[in-house]
Nanobody, 125 residues
Framework: QVQLVESGGGLVQAGGSLRLSCAGS????????MGWFRQAPGKERAFVAA????????YYTDSVKDRFTISRDNAKNTMYLQMNSLKPEDTAVYYC??????????????????WGQGTQVTVSS
């Protein structure tokens, strides 16, 4: 089991940057593929990015490619989401999550077992 806590959200102007962190508890952090999801008001929670156990493989939804970078430091039990060139449509609550899938990573939120509490990201125009 792993507990996840996000941090790093806030208010930023369009074109700005933020880095989200997701701190995990437990000695098995590196055994979980992980991902970032976001939920805007009135919308379903949506996939943003995923990363394999070692961090060697990553995957992004099209709308954030070339702007966001997912990474992890297993020695620190922490995953990151570097967000550059932010747009108002990136405004949402961002969640980190861990999955027990056998695959390298997953973009399906139903395959994720452990979730953080979320951190708000607001991008003003």
């Amino acid at each position: 089991q792993v507990q996840l806590v996000e941090s790093g959200g806030g208010l930023v102007q369009a074109g700005g940057s933020l880095r989200l962190s997701c701190a995990g508890s437990g000695r098995t952090f590196s055994s979980y593929p992980m991902g970032w999801f976001r939920q805007a008001p009135g919308k379903e929670r949506a996939f943003v990015a995923a990363i394999s156990r070692s961090g060697a493989r990553t995957y992004y939804t099209d709308s954030v490619k070339d702007r966001f970078t997912i990474s992890r430091d297993n020695a620190k039990n922490t995953m990151y989401l570097q967000m550059n060139s932010l747009k108002p449509e990136d405004t949402a609550v961002y969640y980190c999550a861990a999955t027990q899938t056998w695959k390298s990573y997953s973009i399906d939120k139903t395959e994720y077992t452990y979730w953080g509490q979320g951190t708000q990201v607001t991008v003003s125009s």
